[in-house]
């Protein structure tokens, strides 16, 4: 009867005692991407305790290639929600609140790049509408000293021309106010 019972013990804990998967093996030896590629693909590991709580550290941890911290949220909630009494309860809850915060920076850094790139896109435009202003107004500027240039020479001409015209004027007055010989009358 002992002989019995103990062989039934050993049956039953032999029964209960579950080979590792692949997925352990995978989680065993690093392989990471396998490991989370069978994690997706077998239903029965997706409602395991133990394997849930292997796959959410797996998505967690930031130094493997499959990390995915919005994955990882998930599977600790699932984890927390199918088993509330798990072993892993605080565990879980505590990284949950590290990537519910890493998840809410990673937002927050978001939205501060795309109005920063948005602020840089604006100045890059109005940088741009500015260069074309000033080349047109270089342009302008240009064309303005040509046309002063031109003046100021026509301006020389003129008052080259107009001391000439004095001198000839003075010249003339001094012939005009001259005396004049007389002539006998005829």
Sequence with gaps: MRRLVAVTVTLIAAACVHPPSQFDRYMASGQWVDAAREFSGDSLLQNN??????????????????YDPTRARGLFQRLLVKFPGTKH???AAAR??????????RRVAGDSL??????????????????IRIDSSVA???SLRAVIARV???R??????????RLEL??????????????PPA
């Design 170 to 183: 003075q010249r003339l007055k001094e012939i005009d106010l001259k005396p004049r010989p007389t002539r």
């Design 89 to 91: 309860r605080d565990d």
């Design 140 to 142: 302008q500027s240009d």
């Design 152 to 154: 100021e020479a026509l």
């Design 49 to 66: 305790e133990e394997a849930i709580y292997q796959a959410a550290i797996l998505h967690g941890t930031p130094d493997r290639p499959t």
């Design 96 to 105: 949950m609140m590290l990537l519910d915060d890493l998840l809410r920076t």
């Design 114 to 131: 795309r109005h920063l790139e948005d602020s840089i896109a604006t100045l890059t435009r109005e940088s741009q509408k500015l260069r």
């Design 156 to 165: 020389k001409d003129r008052e080259t021309e107009l001391a000439a015209l």
